[in-house]
């Protein structure tokens, strides 16, 4: 007899011996006895015990075969609290051969586990949360081997299955959450697509796992896995094929990448192996899911975290297929809001866009897969919205705000009105704005203003002629690369920016070489992991520490502008020093080119990011140097008031419209000026009203903003006069308060400014 592990009579004997005892007509709390002492007796292990998850989050212990069976229901545990809570954090499998002396062993004396050293537990995963734990214990300090535990985890599969399906216990003993009562609530979330909806709740829900676990016929499973990843590829081709009229650049790329997953051969093997232990091919996929739940959901890197979204929603998609079902055949309302968890770029296109109105997600980020897809096919999305799913009803009625990041679960009709003035006023806005399309941006006493709109995406160049901009003031390149698995080659570079440049015409492009690190993660290059990335190696120090990447870059653009203006800047200069060595590699390729009798651009010009506060002391030894300068107000202002923009709890502890930023600004522009350097503004204040108001009246005449911003830009400057705003603009800056926004929107009243 072994000291551990399972007897001679295997696994599958085992996991029949558990589904006939949960089948059974037996009380529920016999047959979880009967399940405790069935697995305790097959791994020989002195204690089994199963923990299972109340509505409150505590984890109950509901049998147990070893321990004092008078704790049953009596002992509870705090989420994280212990061995047994500490499994259901990490959503993975904990095996110790001396449990008492770990740092999180929690002793409950009621339980009478003084005895017990060797302790291996596994989580009963469902849905991507531990529902309970499935616990063995001995006497003995012994290590359980990788056989053992992926045996219990097998058990806890099955497990998980059954009492999840309410075999056992009622749902409403198992729910991670309280549900919230059916009444109106407000959820802040984040912003991933803007606009605004509302309409019915449609919920994504991953397959319902399959109640057979067990093959009958191994072989059988093989051939059914087999046809259903073949049919799975055939389905992602051919939405690639529809997809060619619908999507560009990035967006269409990103179903590339996904289409690249399916063929991952580590996954697909995986599925092979598990097959061939002895269960179904439903429950070999969702056996492959739970592990790479299991190995990455607490991954930090935000790259690794959206890899296993783009997994789990393959595990979910090659399950419907097994079952035969397909979302894009499901019957929607007219006004559907897509509530899910999280989504992957395949899933989101299945459904019919003529009725989808919105889309809310409980994680994800804005530069996720789906995200990207939302924004290319301009449909509201807001993300990060926390318990979302356990709140919400099928058929609820809700309001996504992709304008401020919340979301309204069954509005009152009040609320509802509300929205809907607001989508009419945005609607009469937005036909506004069209009627200013190819009106000149010029202010009340005659100040010519120049609005350029921000891009990245191939998407993003239809907004140039329904905006009006006059051109692009920061195309951001690194997008064609965060969504590559691979570095793009010089002739896919040089393609989309030869795209950019003929759409544009005669209208100028600003290019912004790579702008990545920080959150900014590229999968195929390998980094060293930083305490603090947004001050560390990114931008223009990556791409001077490894020149041949941005020489790639730099020539990439050089052949794309042949015989045409063509425009580079550099992010993140904060020396001199940095800008003469990145302009130095320009010259480089110039010379290569030449060398090789290729064309040039007619007219070049480089410039310069100014982001880090350092350059407003040395502006007299930069400005000379270059052709033009651009503002980035984002991280020039996280940086003057050390405060992460994205970080929710300290981004709004300064506001933009303060003297300290303002003057700083107003110093640029004025070095600029004496220098006759041109400058603009391609940061996030550019795109708003009042924050482009004050621009203007600091005497910045370059604007670029976010499309969405154009038009309310560009009426804002058709209302002002800068010359009686001038005058109020130098009191103000002498303020001694944190925020002149009060006072500016006094002022933009008082001289009938639209803002």
Known sequence: MPVGGLTTRGPRNLLRQIREAMAGAAPAQD?????????????????????????????????????????VHKTRLRPGEGLVGEVARLAEPISLSNAPAHPSFAYRPETGEDPYHAFLGAPLLRGGRAIGVLVVQNRSERRYDEEEVEDIQTIAMVLAETVASGELLAQDELRDIEVAPHRPERIKGQRFAEGLAYGHVVLHEAPIPPENLLAEDPAVEEIRLREALIALKANIDSMLEGGQGKLAGASFEVLETYRMFADDRGWNRSLEEAVR??????????????EHRA????????????????????????????????????DLPDDAILVARNLGPADLLEYPRHKLRGLLLEEGSAASHAAIVARALQIPCVGRVMGL????????LVIVDGETGETYLRPRPDMLAAVQSRMLVRSERQAEFAKLRD??????DGTRITVLTNAGLAVDLENLDATGAEGIGLFRTEFQFMVSEELPRLTTQTALYKLVLDTAGDRPVIFRTLDIGGDKVLPYLETEREENPALGRRAIRLGLDR?????????????AAAGRELRVMFPMIATVDEF?????????????????????????RVGAMIECPSLLWHLDALLPLTDFVSIGTNDLFQYMFAADRTNPLVSDRYDPLSPPALRALAEIQKRCADTGTPVSVCGEMAGRPLEAFALLTLGFTRLSAPAGGVGPVK??????????ARRSMTNLLGSSAGSIRGELESLARKLNVTI
């Open 547 to 559: 020149p041949g990447l941005l020489r790639l870059q730099l020539r990439a653009l050089l052949t």
């Open 295 to 330: 190995r990455f959901a607490q991954a930090r890197d935000p790259y690794i975290k959206e890899r296993l979204h783009d997994f789990e929603d393959l595990a979910n998609r090659l399950l419907r297929v097994l079952a035969g079902d397909n979302p894009g055949h499901r």
């Open 580 to 604: 003469r060595a990145a302009r130095e590699l320009v010259d480089v390729e110039c010379a290569w080119a030449k060398r090789r009798g290729r064309a040039l651009p007619a007219l070049l």
């Open 277 to 290: 232990t002895g269960l179904t091919a439903e429950a070999a996929v969702d056996r492959v899911r739970n």
């Open 389 to 396: 799913r356990d709140r919400l009803s099928e058929g609820d």
């Open 31 to 71: 047959r979880l006895d009967m399940v405790v002492r069935t697995i305790a007796r097959s791994m020989v292990a002195e204690v089994c015990s199963i923990y299972l998850r109340r509505a409150s989050g505590e984890l109950e212990l509901f049998a147990t075969q070893g321990l004092n069976p008078e704790a």
């Open 439 to 444: 009106v000149p941006a010029v202010t009340l």
């Open 715 to 724: 009426r804002m400057i058709l209302s002002a006069d800068l010359t009686a």
